[in-house]
């Protein structure tokens, strides 16, 4: 049987597809600390839940194919209150961001186009993207430099006819770095000036660790038709499980070809839609005390992080991922050894390796990804357990 080349461009996802070494790891009886995975344990606002309790409607009706207006609405009044000059029919709800994205790439990609992403990125993009039949071309980084990329020289020399639009996640995932108000404007201005596409990712827009105010691609009324924002509640509030994203755009054809996607699809599912509108009722406070540990959680695995020789790494400013370089040959290797032969009391530890989060072939065969979503005690433990396992590694298998 025949499948479409466009699939068989596809991999397996670098962050999931270990979950097998993880199962047979634990069925060992080692307790594994998860460093891996973008989950956040901090709790869900109770008010999601209390929504869904509270739902007694006799019929579990479709949605409208746009959301529910209570979900737009509070989405609405989000960006509102961030600046942002916002109408009726700028915000569409997706099943999450993942979805907001794969429609977004589905409207404005065809075979052969290209779309300009720093590396590392996210690696899922690469699959939304491959499925349209577009290119991504890199934007190279390193992790001496701290990942840094918004610098024209080194995005408009990769401009081509075939380029579409320019992909950025702000915060960084999976790198914490954030945008100054003059990078983001730079990158304003290059849109302008070359007639491009701005898809901002800014899921993680309430983790920054600087004092910054919340800030946003949509405030820049010179590419108001240019800039689609990606949203979301996974980790706003800590509800990944919800699925309920947003894609929001002033450019009205861009809606009209969005909403052929929606339309077919049908409708994002009704109930997760109205306990996710709860969630944005939450007392400001919340975003205060999730930033202050996220940011205690920061500050104790850079701290560990430092302890390791050979380690490089930046002081993440946001999210709550930092990538690393490790004095090792290949990343996927020691993920693999510490999940099959490396246990410490029992113990092991889990990170993304860092191959996967690029476009150029060969590089980040030697970083990880590290979530740091764990407690600091745990988070300590964590990173002691991967400078033994490193030393491990080495001493068998040799730099």
């Not at 746009?66 to 009044?77: F, T």
Request: charged letters at 25%; hydrophobic letters at 35%; aromatic letters at 10%.
């Amino acid at each position: 049987m025949k499948f479409s080349s466009k699939i068989e461009k596809c991999g397996l996802s670098p962050i999931r597809k270990f979950y097998p070494y993880q199962v047979a790891c634990k069925a060992k009886g080692t307790k594994i600390y998860h460093l891996n995975i973008g989950q956040p344990d901090i709790k869900t606002p109770e008010s999601y839940f209390e929504t869904v309790r509270n739902f007694n409607a006799p019929v579990l009706e479709y949605a409208p194919s746009p959301g529910m207006p209570e979900c737009i609405k509070k989405v609405e009044d989000y960006y509102k209150n961030i600046g942002m000059d916002i109408n009726p029919g700028d915000v569409v709800i997706t099943a999450g961001g993942s979805e907001a994205i794969t429609f977004t790439m589905m409207c404005i990609l065809d075979d052969g186009d290209e779309i300009l992403i720093p590396e590392p990125f996210y690696p899922n993009y690469k699959t939304f993207i491959y499925n349209t039949g577009a290119t991504i071309v890199p934007i190279p980084t390193t992790a001496e430099e701290g990942y840094h990329f918004a610098e024209r020289e080194k995005i408009e020399k990769l401009i081509t006819p075939k380029t579409r639009a320019i992909m950025f996640t702000n915060p960084g995932n999976p790198t914490g770095t954030v945008l100054t108000a003059e990078e983001r404007q730079l990158m304003a201005d290059i849109a302008k000036e070359h007639d491009l596409w701005i898809i901002a990712d800014e899921v993680y827009r309430e983790f920054t660790y600087n004092g910054e105010a919340l800030a946003t691609m949509g405030t820049y009324e010179e590419v108001k038709d240019n800039v689609i924002i990606i949203d979301s509640v996974s980790k706003r509030f800590s509800a990944c499980g919800a699925r309920i994203g947003a894609v929001i755009c002033r450019n009205k054809q861009f809606q009209a070809e969005f909403m052929k996607l929606c339309q077919a699809r049908l409708s994002v599912p009704t109930l997760d839609q109205l306990a996710a509108a709860s969630l944005y009722d939450v007392d400001p406070s919340y975003f205060k005390e999730v930033n202050d540990e996220y940011k205690k959680r920061r500050d104790t695995v850079y701290a560990a992080l430092k302890k390791i020789p050979g380690l490089v790494c930046s002081e993440p400013q946001g999210a709550f991922y930092m990538m690393v370089k490790m004095p090792v040959d290949d990343a996927e290797k020691l993920l693999i050894f510490l999940l099959e032969e490396f246990e410490d009391n029992g113990e092991t530890v889990m990170f993304a390796p860092g191959g996967g989060f690029y476009q150029t072939e060969g590089k980040g065969i030697n970083e990880m990804r590290i979530a740091y979503i764990l407690n600091c005690q745990d988070l300590e433990r964590a990173i002691e357990l991967l400078g033994k396992g490193i030393a491990a590694y080495n001493a068998k298998y040799g730099k």
